[in-house]
């Protein structure tokens, strides 16, 4: 195969449609016929990237192993592909900006005025082509954030244009929009379709492949309409319906032809059979469990759908390839204390206790923790979720009253968790943690080793604040253990209770990790643990 073949992913009508997901399960398909695939997100927004977002605003902030803070969409892209993502996979206007500006200062651009159009587009489509023409791969799915019409995204739209025309047959455009169903009518309508395809197509732009997200099933004669209002083929307009699990969307597609479809557009032949199996038997464990097992995730932001995605997602598939249907529980932290823990918790089989920042809903961390302690619920703690676990193990064992970390209280007598040594001079907010993959060694003997199965592992961190291991002695002979750290730094990654069930606190983040086809050794140890409990 010659050269690498480029599809653009766009949105239409109205945002959270589901290009992601579209774009995750297309690379999937394209996989799974022997292809090499990558997925790149271009986010219109200015910040430069969203580590600095509050969840509220943006969701979950994904990490690559290179240590770039991303959009939510990676973690989809990596659990669909099973392939980890780097800095390159995810551009955002700010990027882009701050490139060309850079650029202008060095001098870069000879004294010329320095403009959207050429500028400007030139960067985005470098940074398009550069996984393409660098990394090799056989397909470049390039998703563009925001929806069509919108003025942030008016340079990356014109980016794409303008590669239509450059590469030809080498380039695709798929759109993807919202059919809406109008009950008091009873009918659908497709206006909202034809509207955003003329934006498109005023753009410079004729989309090749419409994907038509809709609660019920289209009619064929509504299709026909699409394509013909649309300029598309018929063949090429694919309905997304809605499915139980967005792990069913490939196999959607698969069924309408998408990935011949896209082949064949980029002037290739369809001489590989498509090679689900692997995906198809997890669909089936998914769809033939019968039991549930009960887990309770505690953390502030738990009314937001996307805020623990990954580490939702993880727990989903833990419990498919336990043969468990998952039933999560949703605990909101700043509504539990030690006078209600017990009677607010006492189904659930295990306690996620899960990552963040700063001051609220901590207490009701440390009370829920307690509870998993002393009722020995097993229990799993994430970042500041394993920091609570040793706060509440200082305070209510080692009887220390007043510890915490410091990111709380910066005066207080016990620092059991301190800012790194290496974060105490960074003042700058963006991209300043402590990101990205790193070793660790595991303890023989451990829950963690035995999950893992190995001595050493690598898994992503974002954090500015460790265990202190001034503190560690303590922790050791009063039960406490640290089961894995790293061989550099010495920085406790993993703390176990010793004598219970299953009670592990990690610095890292393991969710970051965990795919279709490959869930982590962590989350299955876990949902393990919370059935043989129930």
């Given amino acids: 195969m010659r050269g690498s073949k480029y599809i653009f992913v766009t949105g239409g009508v109205v945002s959270s449609l589901g290009k992601g997901i579209v774009s995750a399960s297309l690379g999937k398909l394209l996989q799974s016929r022997g292809y090499t695939v990558t997925i790149q997100k271009y986010d219109p927004y200015i910040n430069v990237d969203p580590g600095t977002l509050n969840p509220y605003e943006h969701g979950e902030c994904y990490v690559t192993v290179d240590g770039c803070e991303t959009d939510l969409d990676l973690g989809h892209y ?11 996979n995810n551009v955002t206007t700010g990027k882009i900006y701050q490139s060309v500006i850079d650029k202008e200062r060095r001098g870069d651009y000879l004294g010329k005025t320095v403009q959207v159009v050429p500028h400007i587009t030139d960067e985005i489509k470098r940074n398009i082509k550069l996984l393409g023409g660098k990394k090799g791969f056989d397909f470049v799915i390039t998703e563009i954030g925001g ?18 025309w450059e590469l030809g047959k080498d380039c695709l455009c798929i759109h993807l929009t919202y059919v809406p169903y109008i009950a008091a009518a009873q009918e659908f309508k497709t206006k909202p379709t034809q509207h955003s395809v003329k934006s498109l197509q005023e753009a410079g732009i004729q989309p090749d492949v419409l994907v038509l997200r809709t609660e019920r099933e289209l009619p064929a004669g509504l299709m026909r309409k699409v394509a013909l209002f649309c300029n598309v083929s018929e063949d090429a307009v694919i309905q997304s319906i809605d499915v139980p699990t967005i792990y069913e969307v490939p196999l959607v597609l698969r069924r309408q032809r998408m990935d011949e479809i896209v082949i064949r557009r980029t002037g290739l032949t369809v001489d590989k059979p498509s090679d689900m199996h692997r995906w198809e038997a997890f669909l089936d464990m998914q769809r033939e469990a019968t039991e549930s097992v009960r887990i309770g995730l505690v953390g502030k932001y738990v009314e937001l759908q996307d805020a623990y995605k990954s580490i939702v997602e993880s727990l989903s598939q833990a419990a498919v390839y336990n043969r468990r249907k998952l039933d999560l529980r949703l605990f909101h932290s700043e509504k539990i204390n030690d006078a209600n823990a017990e009677e607010t918790l006492k189904e659930m089989d295990g306690l996620l206790i899960a990552p963040g920042f700063g001051q609220r809903g901590i207490e009701g961390k440390f009370a829920a923790i307690r509870y998993a302690r002393e009722k020995d619920v097993p229990c799993f703690g994430i970042c500041l979720g394993m920091q609570c676990m040793v706060i509440e193990f200082a305070r209510n064992v080692l009887g220390w009253r007043e510890a915490n970390t410091t990111e709380i209280d910066p005066h207080t007598p016990h620092k059991v968790i301190d800012l790194m040594e290496e974060q105490k001079n960074v003042t700058n907010m963006g991209g300043s943690m402590r990101l990205g993959a790193y070793d660790c060694m595991l303890k023989e003997g451990s829950k963690a080793y035995e999950a893992y199965g190995k001595e050493v592992i690598q898994e992503r961190h974002r954090h500015r604040f460790e265990f202190n291991n001034e503190y560690k002695e303590f922790f050791d002979k009063a039960g406490m253990v640290c089961a894995g750290e790293n061989p550099d730094t010495g920085l406790a990654e993993v703390v176990e209770l010793a004598g219970k069930s299953w009670f592990v606190g990690v610095q890292y983040h393991p969710e970051y990790n965990s795919t279709v086809v490959n869930p982590h050794p962590l989350f299955l140890s876990f949902v393990k643990a919370a059935i043989q409990h129930g």
Avoid at 147 to 164: A, C, N
């Fill in 147 to 164: 929806t069509v019409g919108d003025i942030e995204s008016l340079p990356f739209i014109e980016s794409v244009r303008q590669l239509k």
């Fill in 78 to 88: 990596e659990r669909f592909l099973n392939l980890p993502t780097t800095r390159a």
